[in-house]
């Protein structure tokens, strides 16, 4: 069964940048592709950023140019560097693997606060 357990989240000001942390477990991400999304404050989850088994990437329009999706096969974690962060792009930000889509599993997500 897939484990997800994202870290790194935290408050910062407007123009700043986090980096995010998704460590996977019951699933191989040398041979898998991987995504974040997020939850803003009352809406509905959002893709953000996809990479393949290969390492190819593909965004979203929120994160074009100021996000970048990258993975470790050997440490089997999954990481988003945010940069230029703005107050919208507050939200809980969780990653997972086509497995723990398809089983409705996610991990607890990690916050990010923007602040003006």
């Known amino acids: 069964q897939v484990q997800l357990v994202e870290s790194g989240g935290g408050v910062v000001q407007s123009g700043g940048s986090l980096r995010l942390s998704c460590a996977v477990f019951?699933?191989?991400?040398?041979?898998?592709?991987i995504s974040w999304y997020r939850r803003p404050p009352e809406k509905q989850r959002e893709w953000i950023a996809d990479?393949?088994?290969?390492?190819?990437?593909t965004y979203g329009g929120s994160a074009q140019g100021r996000f970048t999706i990258s993975k470790d096969n050997v440490k089997n974690e999954a990481y988003l560097e945010m940069n230029d962060l703005k107050e919208e792009d507050t939200a809980i930000y969780y990653c997972n693997t086509a497995a723990g889509i398809r089983a409705k599993i996610w991990g607890q997500g990690t916050q990010v606060t923007v602040s003006e």
């Open positions: 019951g699933d191989t991400l040398a041979t898998k592709g």
């Open positions: 990479i393949d088994s290969r390492g190819k990437t």
